[in-house]
Each structure stands twice: as structure tokens, then as C-alpha cells.
């Protein structure tokens, strides 16, 4: 009977190793997956690190459901071609600024959304892509209309460049 305790133990033991390790692999590969999904993006002279929302589930959900943005962060919104755009800030908690830029990297706008808002924030010229930072940061950092984002450095991953 002792041998076949051990034997049990040493069974449970493995199965709760293995279990262990696919789970830490797994939990490694999406961290992975998602730490690959951010890029250096240049506005004007400027580093923002920036996450890619480059598809449609990506761009719906944008930062809804986070308690903040790390400073020098953002999100970049990679659309397949030109189009007026609008968004809002259903479930998103943290206050923003958005701008709207042109398939040639030049922002078009800027505006500023209010945490939670379900009103629309409109683009007024067709936008290939939109940016959000921490409210304010544009104006702290002198980025207006006009400054240029260097859209040639994206990876070859990103969606609908």
C-alpha cells in the first residue's frame, strides 16, 4: 500500500507541474502577443509607445475597462482606408485626447473626450487613423494640427497600411 501512495503523489505531483507550466506558458504567450503589439510611434518630435488596435474587435474596444494610461503611452487606430470617423468613450474611465491624422501621417485635429461619455466625438475630415493619449498632452507637448506622425516606421503587421 505505501508504494502505491507514493506512486499516487508522485502522479498528482507531475499532473500539478504540468498543469503549472502549460499554464504559465500559455498566460507567457499572450503577455508576449500583446507586449509585441506596441511600437515607438514619432509625432512631430515626439516618442509616444503606442498599443495597435488594427482590427475591428481591437478598435471597438480600444482602452474601455482601464484605470489609467502610463505617460509617453497611447493607442494608434489603424483603419483600412480614409473615412470620417467618430468615436466615444463608453466604458473608458481614463480622460483623453484624440487625433485625427491623414493617410499621409498629418494630424488633422485634436480633440478632447470626457471620461464615460456616450456622446460622439467626430472626425471633420476623413482620418485613416486616430491616436489617443492622456487628455492634454498634445497642448503640453506643443503637438497641434499639422504635426506629422511618422507612419512609415509602423510594422508590416499593422492592418490596412
Not at 13 to 27: N, P, Q, R, W, Y
Not at 93 to 104: M, V
Not at 118 to 135: G, I, W
Request: overall charge negative.
Amino acid at each position: 500500500m505505501r508504494r502505491n501512495r507514493s506512486g499516487r503523489r508522485r502522479a498528482s505531483a507531475f499532473a500539478v507541474l504540468l498543469i503549472t507550466t502549460v499554464l504559465t506558458t500559455t498566460v507567457s504567450c499572450e503577455a508576449s502577443d500583446a507586449s509585441d503589439r506596441f511600437v515607438a510611434l514619432e509625432v512631430g518630435s515626439h516618442t509616444f509607445e503606442v498599443e495597435i488596435a488594427d482590427d475591428p474587435d481591437e478598435r471597438a474596444t480600444g482602452l474601455m475597462n482601464r484605470d489609467e494610461l502610463a505617460p509617453g503611452r497611447g493607442m494608434l487606430f489603424v483603419f483600412p482606408e480614409a473615412a470620417p470617423r467618430s468615436f466615444w468613450m463608453k466604458n473608458t474611465r481614463i480622460p483623453l485626447s484624440i487625433a485625427y491624422i491623414n493617410s499621409r501621417g498629418e494630424i488633422l485635429e485634436i480633440r478632447d473626450m470626457e471620461p464615460l461619455s456616450l456622446d460622439p466625438v467626430p472626425s471633420r475630415y476623413p482620418a485613416k487613423y486616430a491616436l489617443e493619449v492622456n487628455r492634454g498632452r498634445f497642448g503640453q507637448l506643443g503637438i497641434t494640427a499639422g504635426t506629422v506622425v511618422e507612419l512609415a516606421d509602423l510594422p508590416g503587421w499593422v492592418e490596412g497600411r
